[in-house]
């Protein structure tokens, strides 16, 4: 099989094609990445010379090039990793969620319906929204998104659908909880706190820290893709995460435990706004079809958090650059009123 996996330089693709590759030998993959800030070919560095991987640099939204790397690898199936996806990141400047999450999505899908090709769509818990205590969103929930990130991704999600109700092109859904493992970008709580933890920084927590997010090892995400693509039913969204939760709280108490660091460095900071106070999703659509999580979430922080310290060689030189820039704008400010209280 062809696949043309998009986003596959950032966090979670790259963990995929290094996967897929390796439990899939026949298959060949073409990478068609942006390389955006989040996007680096070294989360890929030893499949570069593999004959099976090849690298479009080049936007999703960019129909020409969408259509002409589909029709000369012959693509039977599209992995569409690629988004902005920091909640922060699209506080602070939204248009380009838009053009990449929305445009870029569209875009796929009428070079999947042009090519006839099958489309499979990452998307995310942030879809339902705030969930309220008890409940756990399924797959039919109501979307009910509350951040310019999330609001892009529901809006692709709908596409998406759309698509397979007018035209019948054969998609899948998948909603991932939050992700942690190796080749986070640290603007991301799991690696953010394990870095600055690791160099002796604050640990900046939003508001009260009692968030509650389902941290999944990034692992089990691939998996859960795999077998949607393998088992799934066309048209069909499925939910992928532990469905167990813990608060923010507890997960900097667990990096800062497996860095053998103290709990002192923990800072309450201004909150991020809007700041949705717990995602919870049911993943039984999913075991169903007979997958099951190998990691729980308490584990896969801890596996994260020890990551980081045993690869100070791929982070260091991107909170050298200009990682810094964002850091200051995001945190200087929240830092500086923290001490002063
Ligand atoms: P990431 O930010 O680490 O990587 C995103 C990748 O997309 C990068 O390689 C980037 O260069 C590429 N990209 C961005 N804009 C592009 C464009 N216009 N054209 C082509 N490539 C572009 O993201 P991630 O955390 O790996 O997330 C991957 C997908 O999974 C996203 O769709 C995200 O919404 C979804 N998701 C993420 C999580 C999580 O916890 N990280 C959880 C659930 C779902
Ligand atoms: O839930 C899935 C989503 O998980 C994905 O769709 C997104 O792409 C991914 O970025 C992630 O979103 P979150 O906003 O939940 O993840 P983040 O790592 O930014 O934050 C996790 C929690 O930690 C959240 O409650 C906010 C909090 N946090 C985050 C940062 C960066 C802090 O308290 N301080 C911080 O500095």
Not at 122 to 128: A, K, L
Not at 137 to 166: C, F, G, N, W
Not at 203 to 219: I, K, S
Request: with cysteine; proline share 5%.
């Amino acid at each position: 099989m062809n696949l043309l996996i998009t986003g596959g330089c950032g966090f979670i693709g790259s963990n995929f094609v290094r996967y897929w590759l390796e439990h899939h030998p026949g298959d060949h993959v073409v990478v068609y990445d942006k390389l955006t800030y989040a996007g680096r070919r070294e989360n890929l560095q030893e499949l570069w010379g593999d004959p099976r991987l090849r690298l479009v640099q080049a936007d999703i939204a960019d129909l020409e090039t969408v259509r002409r790397s589909c029709q000369e690898h012959g693509t039977d199936l599209i992995v569409n990793f690629a988004a902005e996806t920091h909640v922060d990141q699209s506080i602070l400047g939204p248009l380009v969620f838009t053009d990449t999450n929305v445009r870029g999505t569209h875009v796929l899908l009428e070079v999947a319906r042009e090519l006839g090709i099958r489309l499979h769509h990452i998307s995310t818990d942030e879809v339902y929204g705030h969930i309220p205590d008890r409940h756990q969103s399924i797959e039919t929930d109501p979307l009910a998104p509350r951040s310019p990130y999330a609001a892009s991704k529901a809006a692709a999600d709908q596409l998406v659908q759309a698509y397979h109700i007018t035209y019948g092109l054969p998609v899948t859904i998948t909603r991932g909880a939050n992700n942690v493992g190796p080749y986070q970008y640290p603007e991301k709580a799991v690696p953010l706190f394990s870095t600055n933890a690791i160099l002796g920084e604050p640990l900046p927590v939003y508001g009260d820290g009692r968030q509650m997010r389902d941290y999944a090892h990034v692992f089990d995400h691939c998996t859960g893709i795999e077998t949607v693509l393998l088992r799934g039913e066309i048209g069909e969204v499925y939910n992928v995460g532990t469905g167990r939760e813990m608060t923010n709280l507890e997960m900097v108490g667990i990096v800062l435990d497996t860095l053998g660091k103290g709990h002192d460095l923990v800072r309450h900071v201004t909150d991020r706004p809007g700041h949705d106070r717990r995602y919870s999703m049911n993943v039984h659509k999913l075991r169903a079809l007979g997958w099951e999580p190998r990691y729980d979430p308490r584990q896969a922080v801890a596996e994260a958090a020890r990551w980081y310290a045993e690869h100070r060689g791929w982070w260091e030189p991107i909170r050298s650059g200009e990682f810094r820039e964002y850091y200051a704008r995001q945190y200087a400010e929240r830092l500086a009123d923290q001490e002063q209280r």
